[in-house]
Antibody
Framework: EVQLVESGGDLVQPGGSLRLSCAAS????????MSWVRRTLGKGLEWVAN????????YYVDSLKGRFTISRDNAKNSLYLQMNSLTAEDTAVYYC?????????WGQGTLVTVSS | DVVMTQSPLSLPVTLGQPASISCRSS???????????LHWFLQRPGQSPRRLIY???NRDSGVPDRFSGSGSGTDFTLKISRVEAEDVGVYYC?????????FGQGTKVEIK
């Protein structure tokens, strides 16, 4: 059974940083592109970033470039999202998804709240 | 970015009756590999989104056959032949043809 378990969400002050993690199991992690998708109150569902099977290619939504970094560790079957210079607009539930140009599997999500 | 426009945004339905949601994209979703990466998702209250339909008209595993998808190019439709109580939630279309992948605004389906 495919499982994606996100962690690391928290309450953080504006300008702060946070690192999200996603533990994957039930499939061959290294064979799949992976992504982070977020759901905000204002914008609904928004694709954040994706990363190729071996980590050699990474793509970001333009508005987040430079602040967010996606990475993976295939030996640990894990996906990460480093988020810097956070603003209130980054408040969202962040989901880890398998990326086959769609999202057949989603994690349960982790809540990031940016507030003073 | 490709803009995905859904209608209606709110859809009150009667149990047992059909329902239909439209999704239009700002550019063609036909990829150079010939596939059209248009998918449909349902997010029930308190749950993560679940994919129902992939590449326009293919039902994901375990999805009841009362759900069907159709369309081409820039114009797509999700139909529910007979709405059941468990179909309540927010439906999203999503395109995976042009980066960044983008979602529609969502259509909230509720029982009358």
């Amino acid at each position: 059974e495919v499982q994606l378990v996100e962690s690391g969400g928290d309450l953080v002050q504006p300008g702060g940083s946070l690192r999200l993690s996603c533990a994957a199991s039930g499939f061959t992690f290294s064979n799949y592109w992976m992504s982070w998708v977020r759901r905000t109150l204002g914008k609904g569902l928004e694709w954040v970033a994706n990363i190729k099977t071996d980590g050699s290619e990474r793509y970001y939504v333009d508005s987040l470039k430079g602040r967010f970094t996606i990475s993976r560790d295939n030996a640990k079957n894990s996906l990460y999202l480093q988020m810097n210079s956070l603003t209130a607009e980054d408040t969202a539930v962040y989901y880890c998804v398998i990326d086959d140009r769609g999202a057949p599997y989603w994690g349960q999500g982790t809540l990031v709240t940016v507030s003073s | 970015d490709v803009v995905m426009t859904q209608s209606p945004l709110s859809l009150p339905v009667t149990l047992g009756q059909p329902a239909s949601i439209s999704c239009r994209s700002s550019q063609s979703l036909v990829h150079s590999d010939g596939s059209t990466y248009l998918h449909w998702f349902l997010q029930r209250p308190g749950q993560s989104p679940r994919r129902l339909i992939y590449k326009v008209s293919n039902r994901d595993s375990g999805v009841p056959d009362r759900f069907s998808g159709s369309g081409s190019g820039t114009d797509f439709t999700l139909k529910i032949s007979r709405v059941e109580a468990e179909d309540v939630g927010v439906y999203y279309c999503m395109q995976g043809t042009h980066w960044p992948w983008t979602f529609g605004q969502g259509t909230k389906v509720e029982i009358k």
